[in-house]
T-cell receptor, first 112, second 114 residues
């Protein structure tokens, strides 16, 4: 199995609170991605990173920020959580080009 | 911006039969990569097959093959001799050549009946 772990695996938080999800890899892959998965919407890209301190927005980036200060860690922050951000969040890592993307186990986030 | 469309939310097939899942995409790039991923109930994402846009030959992996029509921007997945273990969500994905941005479609849920 690819060395990628997400933490926490489950979280319940209140509306308006900040939340940070962590993705950690041991593969030294250059590319890291954050997705959210919702029924009927598939996997939607939130942000991705192509190197340390190099990030770009995806299709649903509003309300989310990311940071990558080390190759192995990619953090996703919900600045002020809303109920619409209740979802399952997946992190993925990859080398470039046609290389396979490896996914973490997912984080189920519930905002109440 | 690139988009990926899977127009079949659900499909079903009988065991040992063949099924085709559709995927279209929109892009202005000439070079890119296409993938099909499988997500069983465990939520694990598993790569099924990949295709480089510069290759004209359709990719094949055992019982899985694709029909890649570059001009039509179509990338369908054919599963032959379907098995019960093929039941899952299938996602089509597009990866840009220059930036390695990886985007997915909405998925097709495949049911396999004995």
């Amino acid at each position: 199995d690819a060395g990628i772990t997400q933490s926490p695996r489950h979280k319940v938080t209140e509306t308006g609170t900040p939340v940070t999800l962590r993705c950690h890899q041991t593969e030294n892959h250059r590319y890291m991605y954050w997705y959210r998965q919702d029924p009927g919407h598939g996997l939607r890209l939130i942000h991705y990173s192509y190197g340390v301190k190099d990030t770009d927005k995806g299709e649903v980036s509003d309300g989310y920020s990311v940071s990558r200060s080390k190759t192995e860690d990619f953090l996703l922050t919900l600045e002020s959580a809303t109920s619409s951000q209740t979802s399952v969040y997946f992190c993925a890592i990859s080398k470039q080009g046609s290389a396979e993307a490896f996914f973490g186990q997912g984080t189920r986030l519930t905002v109440v | 911006a690139q988009t990926v469309t899977q127009s079949q939310p659900e499909m079903s097939v009988q065991e040992a039969e063949t099924v085709t899942l559709s995927c279209t995409y929109d892009t202005s790039e000439s070079d890119y990569y296409l993938f099909w991923y499988k997500q069983p109930p465990s939520r694990q994402m598993i790569l099924v097959i990949r295709q480089e846009a510069y290759k004209q030959q359709n990719a094949t992996e055992n019982r899985f093959s694709v029909n890649f029509q570059k001009a039509a921007k179509s990338f369908s997945l054919k599963i032959s001799d379907s098995q019960l273990g093929d039941a899952a969500m299938y996602f089509c994905a597009y990866r840009t050549y220059n930036t390695d941005k990886l985007i997915f479609g909405t998925g097709t849920r495949l049911q396999v009946f004995p």
